[in-house]
């Protein structure tokens, strides 16, 4: 059975920094592109990050440039979001995503094969 999941989530005041890892099982994600969302309280989920499958190229949201960085280790089967410099809106359940082998980095929900259940970041004043 293949899984992400994730880790690392938690409470946070702002200014501060988490990072969330993202283990793959079931199968090994090295040759797929994969990236982060999130979704906060009504609202819809949207794009945070993404990463080819080699880590050699990445893209991030406007919201959270220089401020989030996302990196992978093929041989962890593991993806990581180190957020730092973190504000009260980067509060969401954030869920790691992968596409299916060969897919290109992509910031579309829709492209996403498989999902982790989600974990949340509480960032507060």
């Known amino acids: 059975q293949v899984q992400l999941v994730e880790s690392g989530g938690g409470l946070v005041q702002a200014g501060g920094s988490l990072r969330l890892s993202c283990t793959a099982s079931g199968r090994t994600f090295s040759s797929n592109a994969m990236g982060w969302f999130r979704q906060a309280p009504g609202k819809e989920r949207e794009f945070v990050a993404s990463i080819s499958w080699n880590g050699g190229i990445t893209y991030y949201a406007d919201s959270v440039k220089g401020r989030f960085t996302i990196s992978r280790d093929n041989a962890r089967n593991t993806m990581y979001l180190q957020m730092d410099s973190l504000k009260l809106e980067d509060t969401a359940v954030y869920y790691c995503?992968?596409?299916?082998?060969?897919?290109?980095?992509?910031?579309?929900?829709?492209?996403?094969?498989?999902w982790g259940q989600g974990t949340q970041v509480t960032v507060s004043s």
């Open positions: 995503a992968a596409r299916l082998p060969a897919g290109w980095i992509s910031h579309h929900i829709e492209e996403y094969y498989y």
